[in-house]
C-alpha cells in the first residue's frame, strides 16, 4: 500500500493513499464505495487588464524605470505600453506580471 503520512507535532494526523487503495479499505470494512467526490470550484480571480499596468505598477510603488529595469525593457517601451500605443508579446506580458505578482492578463479581445 502507498501511503503518505503527514504529520504535526510529531504525530500522524493525515495519511493520504491512492483513491483505488482507498475505496478497497472501504469495500473491506463492509462500507460502500463513494460513487462521486463533490468537485471544489476553482476560485475566480480575476485577472487585470494591461490598460491597469500603470496602476499597478503604482501600487507596487515601482517607478517606470524600476519596472522596465526588472522586464528588461526601455522605460520609453514601458511607457508606451502603459498608454496603450504598443501591445507587448507574450514574453514581456509573462515577465510584466511576474515581476508584479499576478497570474495573467485579461484577454483584450
Do not use: F
Not at 19 to 26: F, G, R, T, V
Not at 84 to 109: F, K, N, V
Request: glycine share 6%.
Amino acid at each position: 500500500m502507498d501511503v503518505q503520512v503527514i504529520m504535526r507535532d510529531g504525530e500522524a494526523e493525515y495519511a493520504i493513499l491512492p483513491w483505488p487503495e482507498y475505496q478497497a479499505l472501504l469495500q473491506a470494512a463492509g462500507r460502500s464505495a463513494v460513487a462521486q467526490v463533490a468537485a471544489v470550484p476553482a476560485p475566480t480571480t480575476a485577472m487585470p487588464k494591461l490598460a491597469e499596468l500603470s496602476a499597478l505598477r503604482e501600487g507596487k510603488e515601482l517607478s517606470l524605470e524600476e519596472l522596465a529595469r526588472a522586464v528588461g525593457i526601455s522605460p520609453h517601451y514601458l511607457a508606451m505600453i502603459e498608454s496603450g500605443e504598443r501591445q507587448p508579446d507574450a514574453a514581456i506580458r509573462r515577465a510584466l506580471a511576474w515581476t508584479l505578482g499576478i497570474s495573467g492578463w485579461e484577454s483584450e479581445t
